[in-house]
């Protein structure tokens, strides 16, 4: 068997789901992770790892897509997400001078590559609540329900000078996000969708999905990933960062202390 070549591998394949399924097991039946292993196995799918760019936190495990059911805060934040597209729209309905680029310039830890092009680009704007750890009163004060209902649920990393983040992030029609990989491996980042036209996608590894408003996806941003909007429509969600739940309460102390300004 020839590793990463599907098409050689396709007798492998249909080798071993016809074992399963004789004993039982057919490919409706299987669970996402035996699926995801044979894919691997006969490259029909590749295999992604974490590649943070500022800090690799070792022996954890590579997941692509957190299952929100897994978070018993996940349905607080779900339940809001009517009052916090709300507030969204308000600010909206002023204008959109306050979202500004998402990268607007080149700094230490990141590698923009294939993004070079979104450099001081509205393309891709945005507009914080919190930035690293830093608090924007004026849109806390416009935005209280998001910032009430996260601060609330979700286990954010408070760390000065460095978390969380809680972000409107706005892609304009058309736009694309090349792929890339973040900076830290010791959280991961949620995704509450608001505004979403049909036509975006989202791919972290080798797993694609389709946003819905108002339902959480949680990923792991060190492993490389990209987001595209082939609608007509700015396509809007609410992002923010939470510890990662391997983490123990000490571990999460150390690197409080380690990452704090």
Known sequence: MKPGDPKANAPVA??????????????????PRLRH????????????????????????????????????????????????R???LALLDQGEEEFRAYIHGHSEGTDLGANQALV????????????????VPRVIER????????????????????????????????ARIAPHTGMYNTRLICHLPLVVP??????????????????LLIFDDTIE???????GEDRIVLIFDIWRPELSERERRELTLLFSD
């Open 120 to 135: 001081a680009s509205r393309d891709w704007s945005v507009l914080f609540l919190c930035e690293n750890g830093w608090i």
């Open 198 to 215: 049909p036509g975006c996608g989202f791919r972290v590894g080798n797993e694609v999905r389709t946003w819905e408003e108002g339902k």
């Open 37 to 84: 292993a044979l894919d691997l196995a006969v490259g029909r799918r590749k295999p992604y790892l974490q590649q943070p760019t500022a800090f690799a936190y070792p022996e954890l495990p590579q997941v692509q897509f957190y299952d929100p059911a897994a978070f018993d805060w996940v349905p607080a934040v779900e339940a809001a997400a009517a009052t916090i």
């Open 143 to 174: 935005c209280p329900a998001t910032w009430q209902t996260i601060l609330n649920a979700a286990p954010l990393p408070r760390v000065a000078g460095w978390g969380p983040t809680m972000v409107f992030s706005m892609l304009r029609a058309g």
């Open 86 to 88: 709300q507030e969204l």
């Open 14 to 31: 249909d080798d071993r789901e016809a074992r399963l399924a004789a004993r039982g097991l057919p490919p409706g039946e299987w669970s």
């Open 225 to 231: 990933h990209e987001a595209w909007n082939d609608s």
